[in-house]
């Protein structure tokens, strides 16, 4: 249901919009879009991932090499110093 907001001394109806963060589960669609709405903040960037047909697909905007190379591997460092976060609490166990 839109909620009613006053703007300007007037009654307005908006949606209300909730945008989530990245997270670990989002699907292509989700990260692609919110990397999308904040493309404007990037100066580099570096796509990586594997088509429908199993192939492997990297596209990179213009982009020094030695930079992609050192984007790539502080990417893989970052991968592995990754844990996922214990969400066990967040759950009330058998309720």
Same mark, same amino acid.
């Given at each position: 249901?839109?909620?009613?907001?006053?703007?300007?001394?007037?009654?307005?109806?908006?949606?209300?919009? =909730?945008?989530?963060?990245?997270?670990?589960?989002?699907? =292509? =669609?989700?990260?692609?879009?919110l990397?999308?709405?904040?493309?404007?903040?990037?100066?580099?960037?570096?796509?990586?991932?594997?088509?429908?047909?199993?192939?492997f697909?990297?596209?990179?905007?213009?982009?020094k090499?030695?930079?992609?190379?050192?984007?790539?591997?502080?990417?893989?460092?970052?991968?592995?110093?990754?844990?996922?976060?214990?969400?066990?609490?967040?759950?009330?166990?058998?309720?």
């Amino acid at each position: 249901m839109p909620e009613l907001r006053i703007i300007d001394g007037t009654p307005t109806e908006e949606p209300k919009v =909730v945008e989530l963060g990245a997270h670990s589960n989002m699907s =292509v =669609v989700e990260c692609l879009e919110l990397n999308n709405r904040r493309a404007a903040e990037f100066t580099e960037v570096i796509v990586i991932a594997f088509h429908q047909d199993g192939s492997f697909i990297v596209n990179a905007s213009h982009i020094k090499l030695p930079l992609a190379n050192w984007m790539i591997d502080h990417a893989k460092q970052h991968v592995m110093d990754y844990k996922e976060p214990d969400r066990s609490k967040d759950f009330l166990l058998g309720a």
